[in-house]
């Protein structure tokens, strides 16, 4: 047994004493209302090694039939070239890279998207890994860009199978220039990112102008149509495109290292 | 820590489990009523809401009375309901980020990492006597604070801590021994240099 040291302890006590813990609710009367209600009982004593094996030859049973359905499935379509009647059956080695067919650049791995100084591509700690890396264009107009793909049940970007995008562009954001460019149905709220400003653009498609490192304007063309936050840091401008919803998406533009 | 059950205490148990075993429902109400504290409690650690931690202890004590007859006679009952308990609630809070996927990575992962100090157990320790031991349990690792909170400010035994939090014993022990290596290191007066007194 670990001693925890005589202040610790004393410590850790009066911290037992003094935790504020949640009321325990009373359960007896509800849990013995759904044990009343479901009509349920325990297995009768001496029984359970005999229900048990039932239950086991059961599933064993069902897990054979499911497994024959298969291997007859499986015979039919390939004795059809896996085409069955409205159905095309492909084996893969991997899927697709995430955001494929987007014009995004080219799929790069990540550490190579990472090794670009200008724009230098950071990335969000509240996220995994992005799903795939696209490098497009070079020098002063190259952009990088990292997507991840939308999981299962996860709200997507549309038209694509993302749920984020992060794009890094040399260059910086100001409100004028940002406003320029967009139209009537499309709204533009300040926000502050790292306490810096940030701009959380809504609504309809839109494309956006930039200011390039040496004054110039640049059209930022929108490849999808969801909302954007868009803020700059250290010459960099970056745009995340984000079917998560406002506050998700400063959340993870905040944890950007 | 204090001391655990009576023999008396535990064979009133006993005779309880088995007259719930036998369908007694009173029986089963009466172990409710015995261990629902610590129930809620272990819920609360693992799940961070009392309202979430109510219902996965209510479906944690149905579950165990629908399992009974695979509870070994003669074995203490908490440590095996705790079991149960703890496995809802975790499976309740697998099934919460599953549902909200990125987006919960996106804002609680990240805010939580960010901010220990609003770990569900820490928010227990409130005020400024409490201070100290809140910022010395923030710095552990979750997996060494939730041990300790499960053996200090749960009073659970080694193996109810491992039972509720789904991990061997032996991980248990090694993280509670870490913790509060970690603890001691903070807490106690500096190894070496006396103790000033007045």
């Not at chain 1, 990335?123 to 299962?152: E, K």
């Not at chain 1, 409100?175 to 502050?192: D, F, H, N, R, S």
């Not at chain 2, 308990?85 to 309740?92: H, I, K, L, Y």
């Not at chain 2, 400010?153 to 021994?177: C, F, M, N, Y």
Request: aromatic share 4%; charged share 20%.
């Amino acid at each position: 047994m670990t001693d925890p040291g005589p202040r610790t302890e004393a410590l850790l006590a009066a911290a037992r004493a003094g935790a504020a813990w949640p009321a325990t609710p009373d359960l007896r009367a509800d849990v013995i209302a759904r044990i009343a209600a479901g009509g349920v009982e325990p297995a009768p004593l001496g029984h359970s090694g005999t229900a048990r094996r039932a239950r086991s030859w059961r599933v064993a049973r069902s897990l054979v039939l499911a497994l024959l359905a298969v291997v007859a499935i499986t015979g039919v379509a390939g004795a059809l070239g896996f085409q069955l009647p409205g159905l095309e059956i492909r084996f893969v080695e991997q899927l697709p890279p995430a955001g494929s067919g987007l014009s995004l650049g080219t799929a790069v791995p990540l550490a190579e998207a990472r090794a670009v100084e200008v724009p230098r591509v950071l990335l969000p700690a509240a996220l995994p890994q992005p799903s795939t890396a696209y490098i497009l264009g070079t020098g002063g107009d190259r952009v990088v860009t990292l997507a991840w793909r939308a999981a299962a049940g996860e709200p997507a970007l549309a038209g694509s199978d993302l749920s984020l995008t992060l794009m890094a562009v040399p260059g910086k954001v100001e409100a004028p220039v940002l406003q320029k460019i967009l139209g009537p149905g499309t709204a533009i709220e300040p926000v502050t990112v790292h306490g810096d400003r940030a701009w959380w653009i809504s609504g309809t498609p839109h494309d956006m102008l930039i200011a390039r490192p040496d004054g110039s304007i640049r059209v930022l063309t929108a490849v999808l149509a969801g909302n954007t936050l868009v803020f700059a840091r250290d010459g960099t401008l970056y745009r995340i495109e984000s079917a998560l919803g406002r506050d998700a998406t400063i959340a993870v533009a905040d944890s950007m290292r | 820590m204090g001391p655990g059950p009576s023999d008396d205490a535990l064979a009133h148990e006993a005779a309880l489990v088995r007259r719930a075993q036998a369908g007694d429902g009173a029986a089963y109400g009466d172990l409710v009523t015995m261990h629902q504290e610590a129930a809620f409690r272990v819920a609360c650690v693992l799940l961070g809401s009392a309202v979430d931690a109510e219902d996965a202890a209510q479906e944690g004590f149905v579950r165990a009375y629908l399992a009974l007859d695979r509870f070994r006679a003669g074995e203490p009952f908490r440590p095996w309901l705790l079991r149960v308990v703890g496995n809802e609630a975790r499976n309740r809070r697998r099934s919460r980020v599953r549902r909200d996927g990125l987006i919960a990575r996106a804002i609680s992962a990240f805010r939580v990492r960010r901010d220990v100090a609003s770990a569900p157990e820490l928010l227990l320790l409130a005020g400024e006597t409490q201070a100290e031991v809140r910022a010395a349990l923030a710095a552990l690792p979750e997996g060494e604070r939730l041990v300790v909170t499960c053996r200090y400010l749960l009073d659970l035994s080694e193996v109810e801590t491992a039972d509720a939090l789904g991990i061997p014993l032996g991980t248990a022990k090694s993280r509670h021994h870490r913790g509060l290596r970690r603890l001691r290191a903070q807490l106690e007066p500096a190894a070496g240099q006396p103790e000033v007194r007045a």
